[in-house]
């Protein structure tokens, strides 16, 4: 805790977190620009903690401006003009990357690059340390960004309240008032191929007013929106690498602070390691919730096979008719699910739900389980 003028803070953003997410950040950017010509424009007075941070990690050539935002009355205009104070030199040709503490509005960021527009560079992008994309309202959305956070007032690390707060070395969030546990039925749902889980994920839905996560779909929808973390996440699967841990959490994340009024979720096809479990039980705690159960579907693998290649005639999916796929899709899912089975049944959350039997009948086994919850 500490206290700035009148209001009250608590740690948000560790300095190990900030640490390694800066690293994460110049790597990837030293990465993108080794064949470029590279200008950072260091928005003041709030990113000169993150700019000096970042700087440790570039690893190529690269130039540093501190700039600053300024109006004044334009002697022949009859209105407030638009400057930017502290930029020196010719950028024609260059790749120029702004970079600021705190995106949230994206008002001033859209006012640097309109002043940006005649300086002939060869390109203009956005860096930011901290992220608020429920109050973005502007016209370029960030092309770095180091943590997507929720609407929340924030000091440290360059941030300021009524110009106090910038020298702590880390981030920390406004304190409100304790709220108990939020009563929410978060579920962890797994079940092997063929066993009918988005059929049952729908139902759930519909019967308990959950809200359906599937990383599957949050990958597609990042990546077909261009969002930050799909442009990440693309980088590392176009390079045939496993998207980070990292990466998936903060998607997740994002999609479960944006629906504060969620009676809870269903959790598809995440977590598969014991590493994403505790990450997911780390992030729910900071939302005062909590993982209900995670249920597993049990179906032999006899059964599978045999609804796979049924389900191969309507499916149009070739992989479900290969024996050979099939198996190895079906030891994924046993070696991917003993871990965080352990994991959940350590703290007495793991369910098992006989999975054979028609649609209705396994409907009704989760839905007595559910309630039993």
Same mark, same amino acid.
């Given at each position: 805790m500490i206290q700035v003028l009148d209001k009250s803070f608590e740690v948000f953003i560790t300095r190990e977190e900030l640490a390694k #997410?800066?690293?994460?950040? !110049?790597? $990837?950017?030293?990465?993108?620009y080794k064949d470029g010509d590279l200008v950072f424009l260091s928005v003041l007075n709030g990113a000169f903690m993150f700019t000096s941070?970042?700087?440790?990690?570039?690893t190529i050539d690269c130039e540093v401006s501190f700039v600053k935002?300024?109006?004044?009355?334009?002697?022949?205009?009859?209105?407030?003009?638009? #400057?930017?104070?502290?930029?020196?030199?010719?950028?024609?040709?260059?790749d120029i990357m702004i970079v600021e503490d705190i995106v949230d509005s994206g008002l001033t960021i859209d006012k640097i @690059?309109?002043?940006?527009?005649?300086?002939?560079?060869?390109? @203009?992008?956005?860096?930011?340390?901290?992220?608020?994309?429920?109050? %973005?309202? !502007? =016209?370029?959305?960030?092309?770095?960004? !180091?943590?997507?956070?929720?609407?929340? %007032?924030?000091v440290g690390y360059g941030l300021d309240y009524d110009q106090k707060g910038r020298n702590f070395d880390m981030i920390y969030q406004i304190r409100e008032p304790k709220k108990g546990p939020r009563k929410m039925l978060n579920i962890v749902l797994f079940g092997p191929p063929g066993a009918g889980k988005g059929t049952q994920s729908e139902r759930l839905v519909e019967h308990y007013g959950l809200v359906h996560l599937s990383t599957g779909d949050i990958f597609r929808a990042n990546i077909k929106d261009q969002t930050e973390l799909g442009v990440l996440a693309k980088k590392y699967m176009d390079k045939g690498q496993l998207v980070p841990d990292e990466v998936t959490i903060k998607m997740l994340k994002t999609e479960v602070v944006s629906r504060d009024d969620a009676k809870g979720f269903i959790f598809d096809g995440f977590p598969r390691t014991m590493a994403q479990a505790s990450a997911?039980?780390? %992030?729910?705690?900071?939302?005062?919730?909590?993982?209900?159960?995670m249920v597993s579907l049990d179906v032999d693998e006899d059964e599978l096979k045999l609804r796979l290649a049924n389900r191969a005639k309507t499916s149009g999916r070739p992989d479900d008719a290969d024996p050979k796929v099939i198996q190895k899709r079906i030891n994924v899912y046993r070696n991917e699910?003993?871990?965080?089975?352990?994991?959940? #049944?350590? $703290?007495?959350?793991?369910? =098992?739900?006989? !999975?054979?039997?028609?649609?209705? $009948? @396994?409907?009704?086994?989760? %839905?007595?389980t559910v309630d039993d919850l």
């Open positions: #997410e800066i690293e994460t950040l !110049g790597e $990837q950017i030293s990465e993108d941070d970042l700087m440790k990690n570039i935002m300024s109006s004044y009355s334009g002697v022949e205009s009859k209105g407030r003009v638009d #400057e930017l104070i502290g930029l020196s030199g010719d950028l024609t040709g260059r @690059i309109s002043l940006l527009e005649t300086s002939n560079a060869a390109s @203009i992008k956005v860096c930011t340390l901290l992220y608020k994309p429920d109050a %973005f309202t !502007g =016209k370029k959305r960030p092309d770095y960004v !180091g943590f997507s956070i929720p609407n929340a %007032f924030v997911l039980d780390e %992030f729910l705690k900071s939302e005062n919730t909590s993982i209900t159960a699910t003993a871990p965080v089975k352990d994991y959940y #049944e350590n $703290q007495d959350k793991w369910v =098992k739900i006989d !999975g054979v039997g028609t649609m209705n $009948q @396994i409907t009704e086994r989760l %839905f007595d």
